[in-house]
């Protein structure tokens, strides 16, 4: 038997076996079929995202352990603690504008002049933490650290003052770092005295 009624006969059986003609897929079922693999593609990748943003829940109670270890550091006038809590050539803006870079710098000014502000009454404590994991390894976080009872400049006991409180955190082997933080004064709240209508 030759090549070509080798062939032909395959055609042949083919076309017994299977009658029917084979048409193309309708057109519709072809637009169903890829806009459910368009939606698969967008689910992966919202996932995918999700995932890298929202970051670990171990990473994220590590990112805020900085800020409260840092609140808890500072009423018990820990500055080589505060200190510790930034990469070692971080940055900190305090809130009255003081630029500090490196530990160094910043036991200097978390030291003694900076804790006459403590007193035996004095509290601190964050709140309202919004963090981004912009990398598995790289957040900020953004807080208010609300500081009670502390001593003025000119002594007298101020009963409240508000701070926001802006860090980015850098994962450093197996710990999480301040790479840089900035805190400032925050507002006053409004009271009827002060809030417009």
């Not at 305090?94 to 910043?106: D, H, I, S, W, Y």
Request: aromatic fraction near 8%.
């Amino acid at each position: 038997m030759k090549m070509s009624q080798t062939y032909r006969a395959a055609l042949i059986a083919t076309h017994t076996i299977d009658p029917t003609p084979h048409r193309p897929k309708s057109a519709r079922r072809g637009l169903m079929q890829g806009l459910g693999l368009a939606f698969l593609a967008c689910t992966l990748v919202i996932a995918a995202t999700g995932s890298a943003s929202t970051g670990e829940p171990r990473d994220e109670a590590a990112v805020r352990a900085l800020g409260d270890t840092f609140a808890k550091a500072f009423v018990q006038k820990n500055a080589e603690l505060r200190a510790s809590l930034f990469a070692e050539n971080g940055t900190f803006v305090t809130p009255v504008g003081n630029f500090l870079q490196g530990r160094a710098a910043m036991v200097k000014d978390f030291g003694p002049e900076a804790q006459q502000a403590v007193t035996a009454t004095t509290q601190a404590a964050f709140s309202n933490y919004r963090i981004r994991f912009i990398k598995p390894d790289i957040a900020v976080a953004d807080a208010l650290l609300t500081v009670r009872n502390v001593n003025g400049p000119d002594g007298t006991i101020i009963p409240v003052i508000p701070i926001n409180f802006f860090f980015v955190a850098a994962r450093h082997g197996d710990k999480w770092l301040i790479e840089d933080g900035r805190a400032h004064f925050a507002p006053a709240p409004a009271n009827g005295m002060t809030s417009r209508k």
